[in-house]
Nanobody, 126 residues
Framework: QVQLVESGGGLVQTGGSLRLSCTAT????????MAWFRQAPGKEREFVSG????????EYADSVKGRYTISRDNAKNTVYLQMNDLTPEDTAVYYC???????????????????WGQGTQVTVSS
């Protein structure tokens, strides 16, 4: 099991940017594919972006493609989510998730991930 701690959320105006960080402890970080999910009030948790264990493959939800960038630094056990051109529709609690895997790939399904962070709130004002 890996422990995940997110940071970087906050309040930003429409068009602004934020960078989320998720730092992992407890296991070998580069054995894990990582992902960001988000959950808005009254909605289900949804996939936002994912990155393969080696960083060579990334995937994005259509709603964030071109605005968000996921990256990882395996030496720092950290995955990042750079969010640009934010809109009120991006308001949600953002969660980091980890999937132990031996292949270079990204999983999009909620149920694929066993380890989750506590979440960080992102609020975009209009």
């Amino acid at each position: 099991q890996v422990q995940l701690v997110e940071s970087g959320g906050g309040l930003v105006q429409t068009g602004g940017s934020l960078r989320l960080s998720c730092t992992a402890t407890g296991r070998t970080f580069n054995n894990y594919a990582m992902a960001w999910f988000r959950q808005a009030p009254g909605k289900e948790r949804e996939f936002v972006s994912g990155i393969a264990r080696g960083g060579g493959i990334t995937e994005y939800a259509d709603s964030v493609k071109g605005r968000y960038t996921i990256s990882r630094d395996n030496a720092k056990n950290t995955v990042y989510l750079q969010m640009n051109d934010l809109t009120p529709e991006d308001t949600a609690v953002y969660y980091c998730a980890a999937l132990q895997t031996y292949i270079e790939g990204v999983a999009r399904a909620l149920g694929d991930y066993r380890d989750w962070g506590q979440g960080t709130q992102v609020t975009v004002s209009s």
